[in-house]
């Protein structure tokens, strides 16, 4: 994901952040399900290091929504032309015009 945002001139470092932009920008394009897949791997992982516990998981399940996500990730970074860059770039514009207070 931040070589894709990368590519649209966008700096994300904060997690969280990083997933709403995802979301928001490519929501025509990934599914619901991938971004919720992403949020619950982001949520799974803070659970993991911080607040460690013994976890059951289904190791095959993970690895085939991971191989899953990268091949998207990959599949979008692939398709994305300068036509597609700067459409993005004007979304995001549109977005921090709303957010940008007086």
Do not use: W
């Amino acid at each position: 994901m931040y070589g894709l945002l990368a590519k649209i001139g966008v700096k994300c470092e904060i997690h969280d952040c990083t997933i709403a932009l995802f979301e928001y920008l490519f929501d025509d394009t990934v599914s619901t399900q991938l971004i919720q897949e992403l949020r619950d791997s982001k949520r799974g992982r803070v659970e993991t290091q911080y607040y460690p516990i013994t976890m059951e998981m289904d190791l095959e399940e993970e690895m085939s929504q991971t191989k899953n996500f990268v091949l998207v990730i990959e599949k979008t970074l692939d398709s994305l032309n300068s036509e597609d860059v700067l459409c993005l770039q004007r979304k995001l514009k549109r977005l921090r015009t709303v957010t940008k207070r007086p």
